[in-house]
């Protein structure tokens, strides 16, 4: 599928400017548009980038008429074909989030037409999946290097919008093109093939470890939570995958419920928003190797040590979280997530406020988190506003056991 004309298509940024106002695109999605590598390809937004698994994570905006009819949009659509037939990392579909675009767009390769042709298709929705599901496996251009085992419907009813007419389509698709449809739609929620893989049977070592251990998957049980693993990927303090065999978030059941009472409240409070996890039941040679780094960067005082029990994540009763908009963008909380800094601490946020390093929202946003984690029956530690208890440190130390 090389080869089919992207260069006769292709415009300069200012042109496609010129040629649609200011269009409905923001001015960065329409630079990321813009960009010309070789050949047209786009760079892939992955999971191991914190800034890109945010966008990946948020819940892509629709796409107007004024947006469908623009030049940008045509130069998207060839600029992303380009991208998933790209010979040194192939693909069979393809959303405009992977591409750093957060609209609703996927391209399909139709294996059920003649010459297995890629089609786009803007807006979809899928509004039947048959109760007849299969698994198979799956992988994706945005979670290089693992593949895991999907349980995908049969049969599903796709509705979108017409790129002429503008009037809604529907169209029934079977077997693996319908897979494929199901991968790429819900990309455009936010949502990735590693958040549905089949319970246990694509477990790594240390996931069923976890579970013989009685912890509970969290996204599984709680499935409106979203989850961001940071230390299975580079971003993070530490600047290297820790997570090596741990791709899901796990805690003990008890976590699970006051998350699943949390995110209820926060429903309540505000309509769209959700909780994120960041981190949840760690094993203790990772924080071994964690504390190791922060006697290196004289920041022990943030890391718990590990001759002494280490903290309540080696005990999965501990929960690092955020609130996230409609979207999935986190709200400004003042720091990033593994911020090792006075400007993290909730013991002096009025101090902070009145010295200017942190604002009046991002207080507010810190105060809703908390109000919302502690009523629903976690506890807070000073040193960081993400962090939630399941019980106190001596608890868990008498009566739970190590995450080893």
Same mark, same amino acid.
């Given at each position: 599928?090389?080869?089919?004309?992207?260069?006769?298509?292709?415009?300069?940024?200012?042109?496609?400017?010129?040629?649609?106002?200011?269009?409905?695109?923001?001015?960065?999605?329409?630079?990321r @548009?813009?960009?010309?590598?070789?050949?047209? @390809?786009?760079?892939?937004?992955?999971?191991d980038?914190?800034?890109?698994?945010?966008?990946?994570?948020?819940?892509?905006?629709?796409?107007?008429r004024?947006?469908?009819?623009?030049?940008?949009?045509?130069v998207? &659509?060839?600029?992303m074909?380009?991208?998933?037939?790209d010979t040194?990392?192939?693909?069979?579909?393809?959303?405009?989030?992977?591409?750093?675009i957060?609209?609703?767009? @996927?391209?399909?390769?139709?294996?059920? &037409?003649?010459?297995?042709?890629?089609?786009?298709?803007?807006?979809?929705?899928?509004?039947?999946?048959?109760?007849?599901?299969?698994?198979?496996?799956?992988?994706?251009?945005?979670?290089?290097?693992?593949?895991?085992t999907?349980?995908?419907?049969?049969?599903?009813?796709?509705r979108?919008?017409d790129?002429?007419?503008? *009037?809604?389509?529907? *169209?029934?698709?079977?077997?693996?093109?319908?897979v494929?449809?199901?991968?790429?739609?819900?990309?455009?929620d936010?949502?990735?093939?590693?958040?549905k893989?089949?319970?246990e049977n *694509?477990?790594?070592?240390?996931?069923?470890?976890?579970?013989?251990?009685?912890?509970?998957?969290?996204?599984?049980?709680?499935?409106?939570?979203r989850?961001?693993?940071?230390?299975?990927?580079?971003?993070?303090?530490?600047?290297?995958?820790?997570?090596?065999?741990?791709? &899901?978030?796990?805690?003990?059941? +008890?976590?699970?419920?006051?998350?699943?009472?949390?995110?209820? &409240?926060?429903?309540?409070r505000?309509?769209?928003a959700?909780?994120l996890?960041?981190? +949840?039941?760690?094993?203790f040679?990772?924080?071994?190797?964690?504390?190791?780094?922060?006697?290196?960067?004289?920041?022990?005082?943030?890391?718990?040590?590990?001759?002494?029990?280490?903290?309540?994540?080696?005990?999965?009763?501990?929960?690092?979280?955020?609130?996230?908009d409609?979207?999935?963008?986190p709200?400004?909380?003042?720091?990033?997530?593994?911020f090792?800094?006075?400007?993290?601490?909730? *013991?002096?946020?009025?101090?902070?406020?009145?010295?200017?390093? @942190?604002?009046?929202?991002?207080?507010?946003n810190?105060?809703?988190?908390?109000?919302?984690?502690?009523?629903?029956?976690?506890?807070?530690?000073k040193?960081?506003?993400?962090?939630?208890?399941?019980?106190?440190r001596?608890?868990?130390?008498?009566?739970?056991?190590?995450?080893?």
């Amino acid at each position: 599928m090389k080869g089919i004309g992207l260069h006769a298509l292709w415009l300069p940024v200012a042109m496609l400017a010129t040629a649609c106002g200011n269009g409905a695109f923001t001015a960065e999605e329409r630079t990321r @548009i813009g960009q010309s590598p070789d050949e047209g @390809i786009m760079r892939l937004w992955t999971i191991d980038d914190r800034s890109d698994s945010l966008l990946l994570r948020r819940k892509a905006a629709p796409l107007d008429r004024k947006t469908i009819a623009s030049a940008e949009f045509a130069v998207l &659509k060839e600029r992303m074909l380009a991208t998933v037939n790209d010979t040194t990392n192939q693909g069979v579909g393809i959303a405009a989030p992977q591409v750093g675009i957060s609209r609703r767009l @996927i391209a399909v390769q139709r294996f059920d &037409k003649q010459g297995f042709p890629f089609e786009f298709y803007a807006n979809p929705e899928i509004v039947y999946a048959s109760a007849s599901r299969h698994p198979g496996r799956e992988g994706c251009l945005s979670i290089p290097g693992r593949s895991g085992t999907v349980l995908r419907s049969d049969t599903i009813v796709l509705r979108y919008t017409d790129e002429t007419s503008f *009037d809604l389509r529907a *169209d029934t698709v079977t077997g693996f093109t319908a897979v494929i449809f199901q991968h790429e739609t819900d990309h455009l929620d936010g949502v990735l093939y590693i958040d549905k893989l089949a319970p246990e049977n *694509d477990d790594t070592p240390t996931e069923r470890k976890m579970r013989e251990r009685g912890l509970v998957n969290l996204a599984e049980a709680v499935p409106s939570l979203r989850v961001n693993l940071v230390y299975a990927t580079p971003d993070n303090f530490m600047g290297v995958v820790l997570y090596e065999d741990l791709h &899901k978030a796990f805690a003990l059941p +008890a976590v699970a419920s006051n998350l699943r009472e949390a995110q209820r &409240k926060l429903a309540e409070r505000v309509p769209g928003a959700g909780l994120l996890v960041y981190d +949840a039941a760690r094993p203790f040679p990772i924080q071994k190797r964690m504390w190791e780094k922060a006697v290196a960067l004289d920041k022990t005082y943030y890391v718990a040590d590990p001759a002494k029990g280490g903290g309540l994540h080696n005990y999965g009763a501990a929960v690092d979280v955020t609130i996230v908009d409609s979207l999935g963008r986190p709200l400004p909380m003042g720091t990033p997530f593994d911020f090792f800094g006075e400007e993290a601490h909730t *013991d002096r946020e009025e101090e902070l406020l009145a010295r200017g390093r @942190i604002t009046r929202e991002e207080l507010a946003n810190r105060k809703l988190l908390r109000e919302i984690m502690t009523g629903s029956g976690f506890l807070t530690v000073k040193s960081e506003w993400w962090h939630f208890n399941l019980v106190r440190r001596e608890e868990a130390r008498e009566t739970l056991k190590l995450i080893e």
